[in-house]
Protein backbone atom coordinates (compact mmCIF):
# COMPACT_ATOMS: atom_id res chain seq x y z
CA UNK A 1 0.00 0.00 0.00
CA UNK A 2 1.63 3.32 -0.83
CA UNK A 3 0.92 6.24 1.27
CA UNK A 4 0.78 10.03 0.82
CA UNK A 5 3.28 12.04 2.46
CA UNK A 6 2.18 13.45 5.78
CA UNK A 7 -0.54 10.67 5.83
CA UNK A 8 -0.48 8.31 9.18
CA UNK A 9 -1.47 4.30 8.32
CA UNK A 10 -4.38 2.69 9.87
CA UNK A 11 -2.65 0.20 11.57
CA UNK A 12 0.12 2.82 13.32
CA UNK A 13 0.78 1.70 17.14
CA UNK A 14 -0.91 -1.53 16.83
CA UNK A 15 0.68 -4.75 17.85
CA UNK A 16 1.01 -7.89 15.85
CA UNK A 17 -0.78 -9.29 18.29
CA UNK A 18 -4.06 -7.50 17.74
CA UNK A 19 -3.64 -7.58 14.25
CA UNK A 20 -3.90 -11.22 14.17
CA UNK A 21 -7.27 -11.00 16.72
CA UNK A 22 -8.80 -8.64 14.06
CA UNK A 23 -8.13 -10.86 11.67
CA UNK A 24 -9.75 -13.65 12.96
CA UNK A 25 -12.59 -11.66 14.09
CA UNK A 26 -13.23 -10.95 10.18
CA UNK A 27 -12.91 -14.57 9.35
CA UNK A 28 -15.49 -15.83 11.61
CA UNK A 29 -18.27 -13.02 10.86
CA UNK A 30 -17.26 -13.66 6.68
CA UNK A 31 -19.40 -15.94 5.39
CA UNK A 32 -22.25 -17.01 8.00
CA UNK A 33 -25.18 -17.83 7.04
CA UNK A 34 -28.53 -17.00 9.07
CA UNK A 35 -30.47 -19.70 10.49
CA UNK A 36 -34.08 -20.24 9.11
CA UNK A 37 -35.73 -18.60 12.04
CA UNK A 38 -33.97 -15.27 11.82
CA UNK A 39 -34.77 -15.14 8.38
CA UNK A 40 -38.38 -16.01 8.91
CA UNK A 41 -38.38 -13.18 11.54
CA UNK A 42 -37.12 -10.81 9.45
CA UNK A 43 -39.36 -11.37 6.83
CA UNK A 44 -42.31 -11.13 9.08
CA UNK A 45 -40.70 -8.18 10.31
CA UNK A 46 -40.36 -6.49 6.37
CA UNK A 47 -44.32 -7.80 5.64
CA UNK A 48 -45.73 -5.64 8.82
CA UNK A 49 -44.25 -2.18 7.47
CA UNK A 50 -46.17 0.13 5.69
CA UNK A 51 -44.51 1.73 2.93
CA UNK A 52 -44.74 5.33 2.75
CA UNK A 53 -46.07 5.55 -0.41
CA UNK A 54 -49.23 3.81 0.37
CA UNK A 55 -52.43 5.45 -0.17
CA UNK A 56 -50.32 8.45 -1.84
CA UNK A 57 -50.31 9.97 -5.45
CA UNK A 58 -48.17 10.68 -7.30
CA UNK A 59 -49.82 12.71 -10.05
CA UNK A 60 -49.34 16.35 -10.11
CA UNK A 61 -50.31 19.16 -12.28
CA UNK A 62 -47.21 20.52 -14.20
CA UNK A 63 -48.44 23.71 -11.77
CA UNK A 64 -48.15 22.03 -8.76
CA UNK A 65 -44.80 20.27 -9.89
CA UNK A 66 -43.25 23.82 -9.90
CA UNK A 67 -44.61 25.40 -6.82
CA UNK A 68 -43.50 22.64 -4.81
CA UNK A 69 -39.84 23.19 -6.42
CA UNK A 70 -40.27 26.91 -5.71
CA UNK A 71 -41.33 25.86 -2.54
CA UNK A 72 -38.26 23.60 -1.32
CA UNK A 73 -35.85 26.30 -2.57
CA UNK A 74 -37.62 28.92 -0.21
CA UNK A 75 -36.64 26.50 2.78
CA UNK A 76 -40.25 24.94 2.91
CA UNK A 77 -40.66 21.61 3.28
CA UNK A 78 -41.92 18.75 0.76
CA UNK A 79 -45.36 17.54 3.31
CA UNK A 80 -46.29 21.41 3.08
CA UNK A 81 -45.70 21.82 -0.99
CA UNK A 82 -48.33 18.96 -1.36
CA UNK A 83 -50.74 20.37 1.17
CA UNK A 84 -50.56 23.86 -1.12
CA UNK A 85 -51.02 21.90 -4.13
CA UNK A 86 -53.70 19.80 -3.08
CA UNK A 87 -55.58 22.68 -1.91
CA UNK A 88 -55.21 24.15 -5.47
CA UNK A 89 -55.92 21.14 -7.56
CA UNK A 90 -59.58 20.98 -8.46
CA UNK A 91 -60.10 24.93 -8.17
CA UNK A 92 -62.61 26.40 -11.33
CA UNK A 93 -60.89 29.49 -12.09
CA UNK A 94 -63.47 32.33 -12.88
CA UNK A 95 -64.00 34.20 -16.22
CA UNK A 96 -62.73 37.38 -15.01
CA UNK A 97 -59.31 35.54 -14.61
CA UNK A 98 -59.50 34.04 -17.44
CA UNK A 99 -59.63 36.56 -19.13
CA UNK A 100 -56.49 38.45 -17.63
CA UNK A 101 -54.41 35.55 -18.01
CA UNK A 102 -55.22 35.76 -21.88
CA UNK A 103 -55.11 39.63 -22.26
CA UNK A 104 -51.33 39.29 -20.59
CA UNK A 105 -50.74 36.26 -22.63
CA UNK A 106 -51.67 38.76 -25.75
CA UNK A 107 -49.24 41.54 -24.41
CA UNK A 108 -52.59 43.53 -24.00
CA UNK A 109 -54.57 45.63 -21.11
CA UNK A 110 -57.59 44.00 -20.10
CA UNK A 111 -59.47 47.04 -21.52
CA UNK A 112 -57.91 46.09 -25.03
CA UNK A 113 -58.90 42.37 -24.32
CA UNK A 114 -61.25 41.13 -27.45
CA UNK A 115 -61.15 37.51 -27.26
CA UNK A 116 -59.40 33.75 -26.87
CA UNK A 117 -57.30 33.98 -29.46
CA UNK A 118 -56.76 30.03 -29.64
CA UNK A 119 -60.08 29.62 -29.92
CA UNK A 120 -59.93 31.57 -33.12
CA UNK A 121 -60.35 29.47 -36.43
CA UNK A 122 -57.80 29.12 -38.58
CA UNK A 123 -58.18 30.52 -42.55
CA UNK A 124 -58.69 28.07 -45.32
CA UNK A 125 -55.75 28.39 -47.23
CA UNK A 126 -53.88 26.86 -43.76
CA UNK A 127 -53.79 23.40 -45.25
CA UNK A 128 -51.20 20.48 -45.69
CA UNK A 129 -49.88 21.95 -48.97
CA UNK A 130 -49.09 25.32 -47.39
CA UNK A 131 -47.17 23.96 -43.97
CA UNK A 132 -45.27 21.56 -45.87
CA UNK A 133 -44.18 24.20 -48.65
CA UNK A 134 -43.15 26.73 -45.28
CA UNK A 135 -41.15 24.03 -43.83
CA UNK A 136 -39.67 23.27 -47.22
CA UNK A 137 -38.98 26.86 -47.14
CA UNK A 138 -36.99 27.01 -43.96
CA UNK A 139 -34.99 23.57 -44.58
CA UNK A 140 -36.80 21.83 -42.35
CA UNK A 141 -35.34 23.51 -38.97
CA UNK A 142 -37.25 25.07 -36.19
CA UNK A 143 -36.24 28.65 -36.55
CA UNK A 144 -35.61 29.06 -33.10
CA UNK A 145 -33.16 26.58 -32.18
CA UNK A 146 -32.11 25.44 -35.24
CA UNK A 147 -33.08 22.11 -34.44
CA UNK A 148 -33.74 19.60 -37.19
CA UNK A 149 -36.54 17.61 -38.00
CA UNK A 150 -34.68 14.36 -38.20
CA UNK A 151 -33.97 14.95 -34.50
CA UNK A 152 -37.35 14.96 -33.58
CA UNK A 153 -40.21 12.38 -33.49
CA UNK A 154 -42.83 14.74 -34.84
CA UNK A 155 -43.62 17.69 -38.12
CA UNK A 156 -42.42 21.29 -37.43
CA UNK A 157 -45.43 23.47 -36.13
CA UNK A 158 -46.32 26.48 -38.35
CA UNK A 159 -46.84 29.41 -35.83
CA UNK A 160 -48.61 32.65 -37.31
CA UNK A 161 -46.10 35.50 -36.33
CA UNK A 162 -48.47 38.04 -35.56
CA UNK A 163 -50.98 36.15 -33.97
CA UNK A 164 -53.42 36.43 -36.34
CA UNK A 165 -54.77 33.07 -37.68
CA UNK A 166 -56.72 34.29 -40.67
CA UNK A 167 -53.69 35.68 -42.11
CA UNK A 168 -52.01 32.30 -43.65
CA UNK A 169 -49.27 33.90 -45.80
CA UNK A 170 -45.86 32.96 -46.29
CA UNK A 171 -44.78 36.51 -44.55
CA UNK A 172 -46.79 35.45 -41.52
CA UNK A 173 -45.64 31.99 -40.86
CA UNK A 174 -42.25 30.34 -39.51
CA UNK A 175 -41.48 27.25 -38.65
CA UNK A 176 -41.14 26.15 -34.74
CA UNK A 177 -40.50 22.99 -33.14
CA UNK A 178 -42.83 22.15 -30.42
CA UNK A 179 -40.88 23.43 -27.26
CA UNK A 180 -40.36 26.84 -29.05
CA UNK A 181 -43.89 27.30 -30.17
CA UNK A 182 -44.92 26.84 -26.62
CA UNK A 183 -42.63 29.58 -25.76
CA UNK A 184 -44.36 31.84 -27.79
CA UNK A 185 -47.42 32.01 -25.99
CA UNK A 186 -46.22 35.18 -23.49
CA UNK A 187 -44.17 38.34 -24.82
CA UNK A 188 -45.59 38.48 -27.98
CA UNK A 189 -44.29 41.27 -29.03
CA UNK A 190 -40.63 40.09 -29.02
CA UNK A 191 -41.35 37.08 -30.93
CA UNK A 192 -43.28 38.84 -33.28
CA UNK A 193 -40.53 41.17 -33.95
CA UNK A 194 -37.92 38.45 -33.58
CA UNK A 195 -39.39 36.35 -36.42
CA UNK A 196 -40.19 39.16 -38.73
CA UNK A 197 -36.41 40.54 -38.54
CA UNK A 198 -35.57 36.66 -39.19
CA UNK A 199 -37.47 36.48 -42.17
CA UNK A 200 -36.64 39.80 -43.33
CA UNK A 201 -32.51 38.64 -43.15
CA UNK A 202 -33.43 35.53 -45.01
CA UNK A 203 -35.94 35.56 -47.34
CA UNK A 204 -35.86 40.16 -47.70
CA UNK A 205 -39.78 40.04 -46.38
CA UNK A 206 -41.03 43.81 -45.79
CA UNK A 207 -42.11 45.02 -42.55
CA UNK A 208 -43.17 48.11 -41.13
CA UNK A 209 -43.42 48.98 -37.71
CA UNK A 210 -44.76 45.12 -37.64
CA UNK A 211 -47.21 45.64 -40.15
CA UNK A 212 -46.44 43.09 -43.20
CA UNK A 213 -45.58 45.18 -46.57
CA UNK A 214 -46.76 42.76 -49.62
CA UNK A 215 -45.18 43.46 -53.02
CA UNK A 216 -47.30 44.03 -55.91
CA UNK A 217 -46.60 41.22 -58.54
Known amino acids: ?34 SPENIRKN ?20 EALKRISEGTKRGMTKEICK ?22 LQGISLENWKGFTSKNPYDIN ?15 ICMNCSIHREKLNECLSIHHINYDKELTIPENCISLCRGCHTLTNKNREYWQKLFQEK ?9 KNGEIILKIR
Open 1 to 34: MVFKKGQIPWNKGLTKETDIRVEKYSNTKRGVKQ
Open 43 to 62: SESHKRQIPWHKGKTNVYSL
Open 83 to 104: KISQRQRGKILSEEHKKKVSAG
Open 126 to 140: FNNKFRRFIRKRDNQ
Open 199 to 207: LFRLYNYQY
